[in-house]
């Protein structure tokens, strides 16, 4: 019962945290972060489902490579976006 409990919440949590980064597309750093999340309770999802292989490269490639990029690209964009206001 309690292995149930903990799926059905591992379950709504990715939808959940799916939702909020799709909605938050107007604060790119929120967008992040919550694309952070879920990614590693993914990672924590192909653990439960025996699948550890799978869950060790969701958390390298999804919550580290994929995340340093997208931090690296708010980042432009915030460069970029301070440069056109100041002319």
């Known amino acids: 019962m309690i292995a149930l409990a903990f799926d059905l919440a591992l379950s709504l949590g990715l939808v959940v945290l799916a939702l909020l980064t799709v909605l938050r597309r ?3 750093l929120s967008s992040v972060l919550l694309f952070l999340a879920f990614t590693f309770q993914m990672a924590l999802v192909w653990v439960r489902l025996n699948a550890p292989d799978l869950a060790l490269a969701e ?3 999804g919550g580290v490579v994929t995340s340093v990029v ?3 690209t708010v980042g432009r964009l915030r460069r970029h976006k301070g440069r056109s206001h100041g002319r």
């Open 59 to 61: 958390a390298a490639v």
């Open 26 to 28: 107007t604060r790119p």
């Open 70 to 72: 997208l931090f690296d």
